[in-house]
């Protein structure tokens, strides 16, 4: 392998991919990066074996071949060269940079003790929109439960229906639902269980003007543009009925507007206890016309504290329910409206909260988020 490639180009390169690469290994060629020079470029590759990362970059290739080299150190040494061409050639084992006046001689690995590559046949791949994909990873991959105990809810489900995309993530105490209308070409009526790690590759590698060529075959799932490739590993299993746990009978709505609502939330939080980060709060639509929630919080070894908002609107009876603050206003970052609209039923049951559109505006995605209550003690 012998080729000339800009700075840019390489760190540019070098910083898609190595992202990639995992912190600790028992595998000492997961570390490296795999360079595959060919007629007009060279291709980057990194792995941690659940998550393959390949990134094309233009060069002038002398001569076409392949070799693993450390992928942090290559990265930190291009970071500090000046902004000339890189001389980038392989001798034996070794990966050899030249930079104007600086050179370097890194040993690698040959290319054959990097792992296999997933085979993603993409003759019967579809296309999705990046700012499509974006605003749904977004929206939803907060809410993934990060225990163990139950891998199905580390993943994302990524539902694909005729002229409609969904993703879904919960943690068993929030969760979060997202669907945009799309003109998903050629997609199968599947759903996918997909790491979350992998999506957020997808979400920083793709701009949000790239249509992106998405394929499945096995166990894997590939994304593509003409220059960038992610695969992932799909999580096996059944992902549960989330539709069962979505309530349909909530009576008690309101809309309130959403940065008061998280600044007055966060003043409770400060009171509130470490562990269950709860926070009581009171509908009342008895002394005004449009109804008022007080929010208040009590932890015995701290103090207490207690504030109160006026409401957009209010309908239904009044109604005491407690939550962690922390997964409320979780859900309020991500809300893209002005205001919320939040459902209830009963201080156990299940709330509902939703962008707040107004009249006449425009819906562009279907999304709803779910926070279970916590339980209130007086």
């Known amino acids: 392998m012998d080729c000339i490639i800009t700075r840019q180009n390489f760190h540019a390169g070098l910083t898609a991919v190595s992202a990639g690469i995992p912190t600790k290994t028992t595998l000492p060629v997961l570390s490296n990066i795999l360079f595959d020079a060919v007629s007009d470029g060279v291709w980057m590759i990194g792995t941690d074996l659940d998550v393959v990362i390949k990134k094309w970059v233009p060069a002038e290739v002398k001569a076409p071949g392949d070799l693993t080299a450390p992928g942090k150190k290559l990265q930190e040494i291009v970071r500090e060269l000046p902004d000339q061409m890189i001389g980038m050639r392989s001798r034996g084992d070794q990966l050899e940079l030249s930079c104007g006046k600086s050179n370097f001689k890194l040993n690698g690995m040959p290319s054959h003790e990097f792992p296999e590559l997933p085979a993603v046949d993409f003759n019967s791949a579809w296309k999705v929109k990046g700012e499509d994909l974006h605003g749904l990873i977004r929206n939803t991959s907060f809410a993934v439960s990060t225990e163990e105990s139950r891998p199905i809810l580390n993943g994302i489900l990524w539902e694909l229906r005729d002229g409609q995309m969904r993703m879904v993530a919960t943690n068993g105490h929030r969760l979060a639902r997202m669907g945009v209308p799309a003109k998903v070409e050629d997609a199968p009526n599947e759903d996918f269980i997909v790491p979350p790690l992998a999506l957020q590759q997808v979400q920083r590698l793709f701009d949000a003007s790239d249509d992106i060529e998405v394929s499945h075959s096995g166990n894997h799932l590939g994304f593509r543009t003409k220059d960038t490739e992610v695969y992932t590993r799909l999580i096996d299993g059944t992902y549960p009925n989330y539709e069962q746990v979505l309530p349909k009978d909530n009576d008690k709505v309101a809309v309130v507007e959403k940065d008061g609502l998280a600044s007055a939330l966060r003043r409770m939080a400060v009171v509130a206890s470490d562990q269950t980060r709860r926070i009581r709060m009171a509908f009342n639509v008895s002394d005004k016309e449009k109804g008022n929630v007080q929010l208040s919080v009590l932890t015995p070894d701290l103090g207490e504290g207690s504030d109160e908002l006026e409401l957009d609107s209010y309908e239904g009876e009044g109604l005491e329910i407690g939550f962690n603050a922390s ?22 049951k299940a709330a509902t909260i939703e962008p707040a559109y107004q009249e006449g505006e425009d819906k562009p995605q279907d999304y709803i988020c779910l926070v279970m209550p916590l339980r209130l003690v007086d």
């Open 327 to 348: 997964y409320f206003l979780e859900v309020l970052k991500y809300m893209p409206t002005e205001s919320v609209r939040m459902t209830f039923k009963a201080p156990e």
